[in-house]
C-alpha cells in the first residue's frame, strides 16, 4: 500500500476523452492511459478540474473509474480518485467506495459552494481523511474555488493526518508553501498550476507536480533533471516551456482545451471535443500548438 511520502515525482491529472458528438470515448481513453503509463510519470489522477468533472454524470463517473483503475493496474503507475463532491455525507461515502475499489491514493477538493463556513470545510476535510487510510491529496485551488486557507489551517490537517499530502496551487504558491512546511516540516506538497512554478516548488520543500496530462514527457525530463541534480539543464528546459503555459494558464478552460488538442494532434485520443460550456480556439491558437509539437519533439 502508498504511503503518503511513496506520493511524489509527475504525477499528471487525466484529460476525459470525447466523441464529437459529446459522449464518452473509451477506446481512446484506455489508449491514453497506455500512452500515459509509458512516459515515466509517478502517478496519474482521475476527476481533476483537468479531467471536466463537473461535466460527468454519476453512471459516467462509475464507468471511468472502473476503467482507471482497471487499465493502470500492475503498471506501477499510483492511481488516484479525487473526491469532489460538496457534500460532506456523500464524499465520505465515495472516498470508501474509491478505497474499497483499489485506489492507491485519493484527491480531496474541499466543498466551496454557497460559501460554507472554515469550521465546516475542516468538519469536511477531516471527516474524509478519517473515512481512509490510503493517502489523500488534499487540494488547495482558490483561483478556481474562491475558498482561501492559510498555511495554519492546512498545518493542522497535516498535524492531525500523517496520510495526507497538499496539492498546493494558490498563485503564486512558493511563499504560502515555505510557510506551511515551516509549520509542518514533515507534509509532503506537490504543485499544481500546469508547472508554472515546478522548479521553484522542488527548491521550496516540494515533491512533484500535478500539470494536465498531454506533454507529460517534458515534466518527466524536467523532474529527471532535478534528480540528477542537473539544475542547469531542468531550468533550461522549464525555462521553454514557460511562455506557453504562462499563455495558456491565463484561463482554466483554455488549458483544458489545449491539453486535449494536443492530445488529438499526437494522436493519443481520437477527438479533441470538450463539453460546453468550454473554450473555442482561434487559429493562431491552432498553430502554436503545432509549433508548440514540433518544438518539443512530441
Sequence with gaps: MYQSTDIRGVNPIAAMPFTPQGELDSASFTHMLEHLAATGIQGLTLFGIASEFPKLDDSERLLLSNQFLSDLRGSGVFRAISVTDH???????????YQKRGADALMLLPPFFLQPSPEAISHHIFSVLEAVNIPVMVQYA????????????????????????????????VDYTREFLQQAPQA????????????????????????????????????????????GAAQELHQQLL???????????YIIQVEKTILQRRGIIASDYCRHPGWSLTEQDRLMIDSFISTFAL
Excluded at 88 to 97: I, N
Excluded at 210 to 224: A, K, L, R, W
Excluded at 243 to 253: D, F, S, V
Aim: charged share 20%.
Design 87 to 97: 457534500s460532506t455525507e456523500v464524499a465520505v461515502k465515495r472516498a470508501r467506495d
Design 142 to 173: 482558490p483561483g478556481e474555488t474562491g475558498l482561501a486557507i492559510t498555511p495554519a489551517q492546512l498545518a493542522e490537517v497535516a498535524t492531525r493526518y500523517p496520510h495526507a499530502v497538499f496539492k498546493i496551487e494558490c498563485n503564486p504558491p
Design 188 to 231: 509532503s506538497v506537490l504543485n499544481g498550476y500546469a508547472g508554472l512554478y515546478m522548479l521553484q516548488m522542488l527548491e521550496a520543500g516540494g515533491k512533484g507536480v500535478m500539470p494536465g496530462c498531454s506533454f507529460s514527457e517534458v515534466y518527466v525530463q524536467i523532474y529527471q533533471h532535478w534528480q540528477q541534480r542537473e539544475k
Design 243 to 253: 511562455p506557453w503555459i504562462q499563455r495558456w494558464m491565463t484561463h482554466c478552460e
